[in-house]
């Protein structure tokens, strides 16, 4: 799991200027390169976190993985222009997804919240609201 981000970055360089990857439409090669180079660090040290959280909490490191991927959905989640209450519900759905495939609840809860700042605890606030009599 450990690279090196300056080859990986030297790498996506060197096959965006020899046209094996796309490249932007306004040419500037070096913002996107920078970009994937952020990404990448971004990413390490989501890898470095999410390995510290779950090596504390005892999971083994055979689900390393799985907890890894539950991070990134919530990275993904987080980035995206939700509204903070869809947001919430879409990270409750996936915290209930990764539990159904056998992951410690607990430990989901504790790296929405330690690392996104997602309170996914306590009682799911209902989204719809029940019409009025009439």
């Known amino acids: 799991m450990g690279r090196d981000i300056d080859a990986v970055c030297a790498r ?46 005892g999971v083994p490191s055979i689900q390393w993985l799985f907890y890894y991927d539950f991070a990134r959905r919530m990275s993904r989640l987080c980035r995206s222009d939700m509204a903070g209450d869809v947001r ?9 997804v990764w539990v159904a495939r056998g992951l410690k609840r607990t430990v989901l809860e504790e790296i929405a919240s330690t690392l996104f700042t997602l309170t996914l ?8 609201q029940s019409p009025e009599r009439t």
Not at 39 to 52: F, I, M
């Open 12 to 57: 996506y360089e060197r096959k965006l200027r020899a046209g094996r990857t796309q490249a932007r439409r306004d040419g500037d090669t070096e913002s996107q390169v920078g970009a994937f180079r952020k990404a990448q660090e971004a990413d390490r040290d989501l890898r470095t976190c999410v390995s510290q959280l779950i090596s504390s909490a």
């Open 88 to 96: 919430v519900s879409e990270a409750r759905m996936q915290l209930e």
């Open 121 to 128: 605890t306590g009682p799911i606030p209902t989204l719809a």
